[in-house]
């Protein structure tokens, strides 16, 4: 299983491009790395996936590094409906998907 | 796309009871999660659901106390038995898209009182 680790907690005002790492130090060979964002009473919905370098689609960007033990998620000039928790876990190989703690997003007015 | 609904949305139960969250997905899929999601807390993976085999339970739970069924590739259930207030939490299915994407039901919020 791939352990993550993410910062528990970050504050972003609105406009501001906010970028999370995720440590994933023993993420498999076929692994890839997914992020997810949650708001509250709803289940985790799929942001971006990548396996290595760069991936970006029409909501953020995913910058893996050669060795594959961390990736951060890029949110451009966020919003208020940003407010959110993400997560990152690796998947697809080992298909037991895991969630670590998330980092809670806070965006100020 | 999959998309999964999960009955009930929402309980309000009495401890010792037990309860039964459906989930229904639109196409077949090999496998399904569950998840249990307490309040402020991350999503802990509950257990597998193999259709045609006996459910794969993660450390710290027990078919005895979550017992899963999973009778065809789009279909499967949860049970919470004999319920106490620390299993109010919200409860969800989950699948995998062929892209290697979760998709997600929309929880089942258990509160027991």
């Known amino acids: 299983l791939a352990k993550t680790t993410q910062p528990i907690s970050m504050d972003s005002y609105e406009g501001q491009e906010v970028n999370i790492t995720c440590s994933h130090n023993?993420?498999?060979?076929?692994?890839?790395i997914t992020w997810y964002q949650q708001f509250p009473s709803q289940g985790p919905r799929f942001i971006i996936q990548?396996?290595?370098t760069k991936v970006t689609n029409e909501v953020a960007s995913l910058f893996i590094p050669a060795d594959r033990k961390s990736s951060t998620l890029s949110l451009p000039r966020v919003s208020l409906s940003d407010t959110a928790v993400y997560y990152c876990?690796?998947?697809?190989?080992?298909?037991?998907?895991?969630f670590g703690r998330g980092t809670s997003l806070i965006v100020h007015p | 796309s999959a998309v999964i609904s999960q009955k009930p949305s929402r309980d309000i139960c009495q401890r010792g009871t037990s309860l039964t969250i459906q989930c229904q997905v639109d196409?077949?899929?090999?496998?399904m999660f569950w998840y249990r999601q307490q309040p402020g807390q991350s999503l802990t993976l509950i257990a597998t659901?193999?259709?045609?085999?006996?459910?794969?339970?993660e450390s710290g739970f027990v078919i005895d106390k979550f017992p899963i069924s999973r009778p065809n590739l789009t279909f499967s259930t949860l049970t919470v038995s004999n319920m106490s207030p620390e299993d109010s939490s919200i409860y969800l299915c989950?699948?995998?898209?062929?892209?290697?994407?979760?998709?997600f039901g929309e929880g089942s919020r258990l509160t027991v009182l």
């Open positions: 989950s699948v995998f898209r062929d892209t290697g994407e979760l998709f």
């Open positions: 990548g396996y290595k």
């Open positions: 023993n993420i498999a060979t076929n692994d890839y």
């Open positions: 659901a193999n259709q045609g085999s006996e459910a794969t339970y």
């Open positions: 876990l690796g998947s697809g190989g080992s298909y037991i998907p895991t």
């Open positions: 196409s077949q899929v090999t496998m």
